[in-house]
């Protein structure tokens, strides 16, 4: 719909897609009802998105009431699920729930047969006889508004879904009078290590039958995607939530078995299990060792290999992508030293990542220097929402000039990077070619909890922009500038002093994470490519000048932690943390600079302060923001912290590891 030019109109942006329409009063148009604080006017309620084409049509998809946000602060929108759902022939009516919650899940009450809540088989056979629809509904749906089977709830025949004029299912009073249900499903799930007849348990606990029973798993908990045993889970679909399953899955068919060895191997099942093992081939050898040893010398095996193992896995990926470059510069032959702009001084630049917390601040230095006459943005293409609107978001949370999205020297471009030609079209390559003087890579997957295979994809994508840079038709090929991490030399020995401002070649010192391993690699490729290239390591990035962090950095993730064990530790250390607009004027001062920038930079914050003075006031506002009594959230030694950290780990549920996220921070944060 297209509303009226007369009528004053404000949109109020709910932190993801959606907008909430609100009518202001005017001289004109006197609003019956006026029920907002600050401006006459009228608060609808409806929830609308914009076109993703055409400017000023909206569509309407729901109300805020109905909008379930979780307890991650996302926000599931039910209304098209719900409908997706409901065209199944065995639905009589469905409701979301999960406000406040990890998870979504959905209850339903079957249309006509009657559906035995005492027998798990029935249960299994009607969410199969819906599941069709519910896998529909998940295909249109972000990740974290997945519908796990686990949690589809049933009606019961004497309890139908309360209703209202035409038919219309009272949701509050439904939901009402199942919370207890919801609650005891909730309860069940997130302690989910019981197998039921639905999922039989592997007939014997070999390696090459766990890998056909953990790839039907898999595959399930992939929403029916066929998952390929040798490649990373997380690259087939997988996140935070389908590892937890999968690993409650593991523990339940353990605990069925009457084998006592084999019950007690269950408790040997660590926590991080799947991220540790990222595809089914490796799932299912740990799992049979595990099964079939005492946990001593599942241990020793464990930790005598794991410093060489991660060393060549680096090497060896590192090694891969190498040889893809050589061939590649091979055939685009070497051009002379670049500089920041072509010959009629014209700087356009190619930056990736736009949408993320640094690159957001990147477009907006970018799109306000009168030096650079263009810019190209890269993003990776979302079937939520259109690359424009993500953008626009990005810069409301962070209060930057949105009215800088509307210059005719900015170009979206949503594309794949790690595929073939970045995975654009022919067009639209070698426009980029024909123009581009400058990238700058910032778009980098943020997740320590994940191997490095996990972050392979990333690592080819940087490829890919090397490919591009050194097939530039201009004179001279572009500079290029890597956003790098300190977490690149994660293995370096601080005894030695600190990091050099060079590339290192022992792959030694990027020992650690995935995130910090493959930012090292790719600074292998960059420095290793002929290109005018710099990689720039930075610290870490503090909020923007409003104080908006990204929720994934460990910082705002240490902080919920936090706040669900209930104590702050106190850390004997300092921060050197930067601001973000103040790293994004450092890179453009690198990237437009008129000579060529040395290989490696470190960017830190030069004074340091004391890790208490950053700590108290934010404790304090948690504090506040809670309203909790005065003496809630004690600080406590460091080694104490740690100490509840782990043995909420030893038995953590899927609550727990959303709640408590530091769980597989701790090598990362050097803990």
């Not at 995975?423 to 778009?443: C, F, K, M, P």
């Not at 994809?457 to 001279?476: E, I, K, M, W, Y």
Request: net charge neutral; charged share 20%; aromatic share 8%.
């Amino acid at each position: 719909m297209r509303f009226g030019l007369s009528v004053l109109i404000r949109w109020v942006h709910q932190g993801d897609e959606t907008y909430e329409c609100q009518l202001l009063t005017t001289e004109k148009y006197q609003m019956a009802v006026e029920n907002m604080s600050d401006v006459k006017g009228y608060a609808t309620s409806d929830l609308f998105v914009k076109h993703p084409t055409h400017e000023g049509l909206w569509k309407i998809i729901g109300r805020t009431d109905d909008v379930l946000t979780l307890a991650s602060g996302e926000k599931t929108v039910p209304a098209m699920m719900e409908g997706i759902i409901s065209s199944s022939a065995h639905v009589n009516g469905v409701i979301m729930f999960g406000r406040g919650r990890n998870q979504v899940g959905v209850l339903v009450e079957p249309r006509s047969a009657h559906v035995d809540l005492a027998d798990n088989k029935a249960i299994e056979e009607f969410r199969n006889r819906i599941w069709y629809e519910v896998d529909e509904a998940n295909k249109n749906a972000p990740t974290f508004s997945r519908i796990f089977k686990e949690m589809i709830l049933i009606t019961s025949p004497d309890k139908p879904m309360f209703r209202v004029g035409k038919g219309t299912t009272s949701k509050n009073a439904t939901l009402k009078a199942y919370e207890e249900e919801i609650d005891a499903l909730y309860r069940t799930v997130e302690a989910s290590t019981k197998i039921g007849n639905s999922t039989a348990p592997p007939s014997e606990w070999t390696v090459s039958t766990l890998e056909h029973w953990l790839n039907e798993q898999a595959t399930e908990l992939a929403l029916g995607t066929i998952v390929v045993p040798n490649i990373d889970l997380f690259a087939q679909g997988f996140d935070s939530l389908s590892a937890t399953f999968l690993r409650n899955r593991i523990i339940g068919a353990m605990r069925s078995f009457p084998d006592l060895q084999l019950r007690a191997a269950a408790r040997r099942i660590p926590h991080n299990l799947v991220f540790e093992c990222p595809n089914i081939k490796l799932l299912a050898d740990r799992v049979a060792k595990i099964a079939g040893q005492p946990q001593s010398q599942v241990n020793e095996q464990v930790k005598g290999s794991a410093l060489h193992d991660a060393k060549m896995e680096i090497e060896t990926m590192l090694g891969k992508y190498s040889a893809e470059l050589r061939r590649t510069k091979k055939t685009n032959g070497s051009h002379v030293e670049s500089s920041a702009s072509t010959k009629a001084g014209r700087t356009v630049v190619l930056l990736t990542g736009s949408t993320g917390g640094l690159g957001s601040y990147l477009l907006a230095s970018l799109l306000k220097n009168e030096e650079v006459a263009k810019v190209y943005a890269l993003n990776r293409h979302s079937k939520a929402s259109r690359v424009q609107q993500r953008q626009t978001a990005v810069f409301e949370d962070r209060e930057l000039d949105v009215a800088l999205l509307k210059l005719d020297k900015l170009i979206f471009i949503e594309a794949d990077a790690t595929a073939e030609r970045c995975g654009l079209n022919e067009q639209t390559y070698d426009q980029l070619r024909q123009s581009v003087t400058v990238i700058i890579h910032s778009a980098w997957r943020v997740d320590f909890n994940l191997p490095l295979s996990s972050f392979e994809p990333n690592v080819r994508g940087t490829f890919q922009l090397v490919d591009l840079a050194l097939s530039s038709t201009l004179h001279s090929t572009p500079r290029f500038l890597f956003i790098s991490s300190v977490g690149s030399a994660q293995g370096w020995d601080r005894s030695r002093g600190a990091f050099p401002e060079d590339v290192q070649l022992d792959a030694s010192v990027a020992v650690g994470s995935g995130y910090g391993a493959s930012k090292y690699i790719a600074e292998r490729l960059v420095t290793s490519s002929g290109l005018n290239a710099t990689s720039l390591r930075l610290g870490q990035i503090a909020g923007g000048p409003n104080g908006a962090w990204t929720l994934s950095d460990w910082f705002p993730i240490l902080v919920k932690s936090s706040l669900a064990l209930g104590k702050f530790p106190n850390i004997q250390a300092y921060v050197s943390w930067m601001p973000a607009e103040k790293v994004s004027a450092a890179i453009l001062d690198v990237a437009l600079a008129k000579h060529a920038p040395p290989p490696a930079l470190n960017i830190v914050h030069p004074h340091p302060v004391s890790w208490p003075d950053v700590l108290k006031p934010v404790r304090d506002a948690v504090v506040a923001k809670k309203r909790l009594p005065k003496e809630s959230l004690p600080f406590v030694r460091m080694s104490e912290w740690v100490a509840l950290l782990e043995m909420r780990a030893e038995e953590a549920t899927e609550s727990d590891i959303n709640a408590i996220v530091s769980f597989t921070l701790s090598s990362y944060l050097g803990f």
